[in-house]
């Protein structure tokens, strides 16, 4: 369920910003920061780089049981 919030001008010019590098809408590159943060603040030993592999893990399609030997 979608809610009206209210941010600061500096914050959604921001994410316009970023937005646009990212291709991401302003309320995504929002979001997208939101879960950085989320993922930060329960992992707080995390380095950004392996917070962002697994924002990108979680959108990939799932590839099943691998098959060893």
Same mark, same amino acid.
């Given at each position: 369920? /979608?809610? @009206? +919030?209210?941010? &600061?001008?500096?914050? +959604?010019?921001? /994410? =316009? =910003?970023? %937005?646009?590098?990212?291709? =991401? &809408?302003?309320?995504?590159?929002? #979001?997208?920061? &939101?879960? !950085? %943060?989320?993922?930060?603040? #329960? @992992?707080?030993?995390?380095?950004? &780089? +392996?917070? =962002?592999? !697994?924002?990108?893990?979680?959108? #990939?399609?799932? +590839?099943?049981?691998?098959?060893?030997?």
């Amino acid at each position: 369920m /979608a809610t @009206n +919030v209210k941010l &600061s001008e500096a914050l +959604v010019e921001s /994410a =316009r =910003r970023y %937005g646009t590098i990212e291709h =991401r &809408s302003v309320p995504k590159q929002i #979001e997208y920061w &939101s879960q !950085i %943060g989320k993922i930060a603040a #329960e @992992n707080p030993d995390l380095p950004f &780089s +392996v917070i =962002r592999e !697994i924002l990108i893990a979680d959108q #990939e399609d799932p +590839v099943g049981e691998y098959p060893f030997g």
